[in-house]
């Protein structure tokens, strides 16, 4: 249930999130946003892009509770950016900022700010992010911002009192829930890295179940196969089956999508199609992983890694 990035499966829209990110920290645009619902991998691709910066290339500050005040932010700033100013006044504690970051920048060092839940930044907050951008030297900025938030976040952004704000993204990545196909590659990401060579353990009902109570989300998946797995040790059954799924998310209020079978609404998708046309059991083709891809998107990570260690 922690972002562990050692655990992060890549879909094609988190490489495509993740390569937005890089390109964000090491380019320096100016502001980045991340969105994705609760859930989706957001943090847990975070914490994958923080532990690629190289420390001596780079000095974060992460803000993980946006409800603050105007001085707790700057507090935040001055001690995670270390940054060495007695003062309580604002205008002192900006000048020993902008002087800070442009030493970090004389020395190679790129100053980045995370801002995670930041669909609860306060309209004062959002007014201070954008005069924070205003860091700068005729070529560059001097500080890149990335804020990672739920969908509601672009509701705030489209506010017509933060027009100059929505102006300034110069990248906006996101993140969906899970498709019936990225969840069983997803359990067999999850598996596969606990030691199990073949998915063999979640029957395919199961599988589909699965799904109808989590509509694809990574941590409600992460959050119900973990009390099946509960449920069937102390059941001693060999595979984890539909009933099981129901059981366990009796136990943790989890209601299916679409009816007790817990298919989606887009009854059109070809893995769907397949199963209503055999009779409610998925065909063999339809059920297999895509291995190949999975295993392609896997590997990305570490181009990934690569190409930011070689980035100028």
């Known amino acids: 249930m922690t972002p562990d990035p050692a655990f992060i499966y890549m879909t094609v829209q988190h490489r495509e999130a993740l390569s937005g990110l890089i390109y964000s920290v090491c380019e320096r645009p100016g502001l980045t ?8 991998g957001k943090t847990t691709l975070l914490y994958v892009l923080l532990g690629w910066l190289d420390k001596p290339r780079f000095i974060t500050a992460v803000c993980t509770n946006p409800i603050l005040t105007r001085e707790e932010l700057f507090d935040l700033l001055l001690v995670q950016f270390e940054v060495k100013c007695s003062s309580s006044l604002k205008n002192r504690q900006l000048m020993a900022l902008e002087e800070t970051l442009l030493r970090y920048r004389a020395d190679g060092r790129q100053a980045v700010l995370v801002v995670d839940e930041a669909q609860r930044l306060s309209p004062e907050l959002l007014e201070e992010i954008r005069l924070l951008l205003n860091l700068e030297t005729p070529r560059e900025k001097l500080l890149e911002i990335i804020l990672i938030g739920q969908p509601e976040l672009a509701e705030v952004l489209r506010r017509p009192e933060l027009r100059q704000l929505k102006q300034r993204v110069s990248c906006m990545c996101r993140l969906e829930p899970l498709t019936l196909e990225e969840l069983r590659e997803y359990l067999h990401h999850r598996l596969t890295q606990a030691g199990l060579c073949q998915q063999t353990l979640f029957q395919e009902d199961a599988i589909s179940l699965i799904f109808g109570y989590t509509r694809g989300i990574p941590r409600l998946v992460n959050s119900l196969c973990d009390s099946a797995l509960q449920t069937g040790f102390g059941l001693r059954s060999p595979r984890i089956t539909a009933t099981i799924i129901r059981e366990a998310a009796r136990d943790l209020d989890l209601q299916p999508y679409e009816g007790e079978t817990g298919w989606p609404a887009n009854r059109n998708s070809p893995v769907v199609a397949s199963v209503h046309a055999s009779n409610g059991r998925p065909s063999p083709a339809s059920i297999l992983p895509t291995l190949e891809g999975y295993a392609t998107r896997q590997k990305s990570l570490s ?6 260690g070689r980035w100028r």
């Open 33 to 40: 946003v991340l969105l994705g619902e609760a859930g989706t």
């Open 303 to 308: 181009f990934l890694a690569n190409a930011m």
